[in-house]
Nanobody, 115 residues
Framework: QVQLVESGGGLVQPGGSLRLSCVAS????????MGWYRQAPGNQRELVAA???????NYADSAKGRFTISRDNAESTLYLQMDSLKPEDTAIYYC?????????WGQGTQVTVSS
C-alpha cells in the first residue's frame, strides 16, 4: 500500500504564494504518475497539475504560468509551488498517486486566498 500525506495549505492574500508538499511512503517504487487536484464547495474535483514518471508535466489552463509541479525523488516528496494566487484558487487540494497497485489520495489540505 501507499500512504500520501499533504501539508502546506493555509490562508494567503491575493497575489501571494504557497508551496504544497505531499510525502509518499510504503510501496512507492511502482509510481506511474502523480498529480495535484482541487475541489471547491459545489464544484467537481479538477486536475491542477500532473507529473509523469518520465518527467513530463501537464497543467490546467488556469494554473499555467502560475503553478509549478516538481518532485524530490530522494525523499519521495511531490510539490506544488503556487504563485500569484487568486481568490478563485480557494479549494481543498489533494495529492494523487497512480501506481501499479492502484490510485491513492492524500487527505487534502485547505488553501484559502482572501484579503
Amino acid at each position: 500500500q501507499v500512504q500520501l500525506v499533504e501539508s502546506g495549505g493555509g490562508l494567503v492574500q491575493p497575489g501571494g504564494s504557497l508551496r504544497l508538499s505531499c510525502v509518499a511512503s510504503g510501496s512507492v517504487f511502482s509510481a506511474i504518475a502523480m498529480g495535484w487536484y482541487r475541489q471547491a464547495p459545489g464544484n467537481q474535483r479538477e486536475l491542477v497539475a500532473a507529473l509523469s514518471s518520465g518527467g513530463s508535466t501537464n497543467y490546467a489552463d488556469s494554473a499555467k504560468g502560475r503553478f509549478t509541479i516538481s518532485r524530490d525523488n530522494a525523499e519521495s516528496t511531490l510539490y506544488l509551488q503556487m504563485d500569484s494566487l487568486k481568490p478563485e484558487d480557494t479549494a481543498i487540494y489533494y495529492c494523487n498517486g497512480h501506481y501499479l497497485t492502484g490510485n491513492y489520495w492524500g487527505q487534502g489540505t485547505q488553501v484559502t486566498v482572501s484579503s
